[in-house]
C-alpha cells in the first residue's frame, strides 16, 4: 500500500478519501445526465455534496487528533459511514441503464444449473437454531468491519489500515457499480409470495431482519456486497493476522451461505461477489501505482515554490 497524500484545497487526502470522492462526483454526474429517469435526482445530487462536506470536515478532524485511538476514530467512522453512504446514493440510479429488474434472467440460470430454485429449495433444511447462525454470520459483518480494522492499525499501523480501507472501498463501489449495469430487484421482491416456510429464529434473526427492513431497499444485489466485502476482510486477516484468518473461516463460510439462505441475494449474486472481490484485488496495485505518480506530480510544483 501507500503512505502518499495529496493537499487540496488545505486538506490531506490519502488514496482512500480520493477514491470516495470520485464516485460521489460521479454518482452526481449520472443523475444530472439521467435526470429525466432519476426520481428525486436533484435530491441525490444534494446529498452527495453533503456527505463530501461531512467526510472532509472528519478527514480535517482525524488528521489533526493527538490522540491515537481519537484519530483512528475518526478515520474509521469517516470511511465506513461513507462506503455506507454510497451504497445508499446508489439506490436510484439502479434502473438507469435497462429501465427494469432483470431478476428472470438470473433465476432462468439457476435453474438451468441446479434444477431448482436455490432459495426455495433451502426450505426444506430451515430450522430456528440453523436460521439463527446463518443470521449471526450475515449480521456479524456489521461490526467486523471496523473490528478487523482495529486489529490491523493497532498491530500493522496506518498504511495497512489504508491498504485494508482502499480494497475494501473499492470493492464495495464495483458492487454498487454493478447494481446499475445488471440491476436485479432480489429474492424477496420477486418470488417473495412463492416461499411458505418463515425465517424464524432468536437474537441474530431479529437483527437479521431489521437490517433487510431498515438498511436494504430493492435492488443492490448483484454482486452480493456482504460476499465481496467478507472475502476482503477475509483476505486481509490472512495477510496481517494469520489467527483472524482462521477464526474467521468458518463464520465467513456460513456468510456466503447466509446471503440466500436468508434470502437476502440468489446464489448468482454470492458466486459473483466473490469474484468481484479477487477482481478488485487484482486491480488495486495498479490503481496504488497510478495515485502515486498522480499525487507526486500534483505536489511537486508546490514543493518547488
Not at 463501489?173 to 424477496?188: E, Y
Not at 501505482?289 to 514543493?303: H, I, L, T
Amino acid at each position: 500500500m501507500t503512505n502518499k497524500t495529496l493537499t487540496l484545497f488545505g486538506f490531506t487526502l490519502r488514496a482512500t478519501d480520493a477514491l470516495i470522492l470520485f464516485v460521489l462526483a460521479f454518482f452526481s454526474a449520472l443523475a444530472l445526465i439521467f435526470h429525466g429517469t432519476v426520481e428525486g435526482w436533484w435530491l441525490l445530487v444534494l446529498k452527495n455534496l453533503a456527505a463530501a462536506a461531512g467526510y472532509l470536515i472528519v478527514v480535517w478532524l482525524s488528521g489533526r487528533a493527538t490522540k491515537k485511538f481519537l484519530r483512528f476514530f475518526l478515520r474509521v467512522a469517516a470511511v465506513t459511514l461513507a462506503y455506507a453512504y454510497l451504497f445508499g446514493a446508489v439506490d436510484k440510479l439502479q434502473l438507469i441503464i435497462h429501465g427494469e429488474w432483470l431478476d428472470a434472467y438470473v433465476m432462468d440460470a439457476e435453474q438451468y444449473i441446479f434444477g431448482v430454485q436455490p432459495t426455495l429449495w433451502f426450505e426444506q433444511f430451515m430450522s430456528r437454531p440453523l436460521t439463527e447462525w446463518m443470521m449471526f454470520a450475515y449480521v456479524i459483518y456489521v461490526p467486523l468491519y471496523p473490528v478487523l480494522c482495529g486489529v490491523i492499525y493497532y498491530k500493522h499501523g496506518d498504511v495497512a489500515m489504508e491498504d485494508y480501507f482502499f480494497t475494501l472501498g473499492f470493492t464495495n463501489i464495483l458492487c454498487d457499480i454493478g447494481f446499475i449495469l445488471f440491476p436485479v430487484a432480489g429474492p424477496i421482491p420477486t418470488i417473495g409470495h412463492l416461499y411458505s416456510v418463515p425465517l424464524d429464529g432468536y437474537v441474530f434473526t431479529y437483527f437479521g431482519e431489521l437490517m433487510r427492513s431498515q438498511l436494504h431497499y430493492i435492488g443492490g444485489t448483484i454482486p452480493s456486497p456482504h460476499c465481496a466485502a467478507a472475502t476482503i476482510m477475509w483476505i486481509m486477516a490472512y495477510r496481517y493476522d494469520r489467527r483472524w484468518f482462521y477464526v474467521l473461516a468458518p463464520v465467513i463460510i456460513s456468510l456466503y451461505v447466509s446471503t440466500f439462505y436468508g434470502r437476502y441475494h440468489y446464489v448468482t449474486d454470492a458466486v459473483i461477489g466473490v469474484a468481484v472481490a479477487f477482481l478488485a484485488l487484482a486491480l488495486v496495485p495498479t490503481l496504488i501505482k497510478w495515485w502515486d505518480a498522480f499525487s507526486q506530480r500534483r505536489s511537486a510544483p508546490a514543493a518547488t515554490r
